[in-house]
């Protein structure tokens, strides 16, 4: 049976590291998170952002923005951030209305303040084995790895999913440990290949969004299995790794809810301390 690789001890030992150095900054940093309009979901990760940030020392400001403004506005008041010293990080939330290209306003942050990590500047850093500002999702992903304490040299690793926030850096961040990297998507699906790539993963990590995608006799004896995903069925979340099944072949897996979930807010409250150090 796997060992459970919860996120919120880990979590909460990453947040006291945090507590501690940001406690030893001559001035509190400032997180900045832009929203626009009134979107539930948006308010949801605000109100988590901001109690995250609160409880570790970090000044959390929302600054809540017309629905109907233009995208021009948007990357102008994104300029007033930039310009301003006391601000060392800037999150905009998502979703924006669908006249606002959300890249296109991304773009905007200084790479030394964009506190999630999704910069261009800050990918190709990711590229050249540099970054100190790294996606928070696969970072949390790279924390739950040391966790299970493997080796990730030559290990055969399994991503499923290539989305731009979690499959593509996650592969960067591997490939840094020098991990056998594999990244699966769509295309590997329709040509019938996703259970053989599955079954030889030593490391399988899913982040795709349908659940029971990965069937749990797929997975690999021993195998270390990070399911990324979040998938509301009935009133249950759950992943997209068919867990008792996998759990009864992996070494380690994380649970659904609670491995990366409670990671990902933290991963960014260090992108910001980050971000904070680089100013000084
Ligand atoms: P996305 O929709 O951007 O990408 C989905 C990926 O899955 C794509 O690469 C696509 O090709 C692949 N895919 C789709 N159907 C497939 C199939 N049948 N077989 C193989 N691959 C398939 O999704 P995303 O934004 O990367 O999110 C993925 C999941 O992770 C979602 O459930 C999301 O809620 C969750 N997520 C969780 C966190 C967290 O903090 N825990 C953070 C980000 C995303």
Redesign the pocket.
């Known amino acids: 049976m796997a060992r459970l690789l919860e996120g919120k001890p880990v979590a909460e030992r990453i947040k006291e590291e945090i507590k501690a150095e940001v406690a030893a900054l001559s001035r509190k940093p400032v997180l900045a998170s832009i929203i626009v309009g009134q979107n539930p979901g948006a308010q949801s990760y605000v109100k988590s952002q901001k109690k995250a940030a609160e409880a570790l020392g970090i000044e959390y400001t929302l600054h809540e923005l017309a629905e109907g403004m233009a995208e021009q506005e948007l990357c102008d008041f994104i300029g007033t951030l930039n310009a301003d010293k006391n601000v060392n990080g800037i999150i905009i939330q998502m979703p924006l209305p669908p006249h606002i290209d959300y890249k296109k306003a991304s773009g905007f942050i200084l790479p030394g303040k964009d506190a999630e990590g999704m910069h261009p500047a800050n990918i190709g850093n990711m590229l050249f084995g540099k970054a100190r500002i790294v996606p928070c ?1 696969p970072a ?1 992903v790279m924390e739950l790895l040391k966790e299970s304490a493997i080796d990730l040299n030559g290990k055969d690793t399994v991503i ?4 731009e ?3 593509k850096p996650l592969a960067l961040l591997l490939l840094d440990k020098f991990a056998t990297v594999s990244v ?3 295309g ?2 329709r040509a019938g290949k ?1 259970q053989e790539h599955v079954s030889r993963a030593e490391v399988l990590i899913v ?4 659940a029971g ?1 990965i069937k749990g006799e797929w997975v690999r004896e021993g195998a270390v299995v990070i399911d ?4 509301r069925v009935g009133d249950k979340i759950v992943g997209d790794v068919e867990f008792e099944t996998a759990q009864a072949r992996a070494s380690c897996i994380t649970p659904v809810p609670g491995g ?2 409670p990671l ?1 807010v933290t991963m960014l409250m260090r992108n910001l301390l980050e971000a904070a150090k680089l100013q000084r």
């Not at 499923?160 to 989305?163: A, D, F, L, T």
């Not at 990324?228 to 998938?231: D, F, K, L, R």
């Open positions: 999702t949390a499923v999913g290539h989305s926030i979690v499959g699966c998507h769509i590997t699906s996703l982040a795709v969004g349908k995608l990324v995903g979040i998938n990366v979930g990902t």
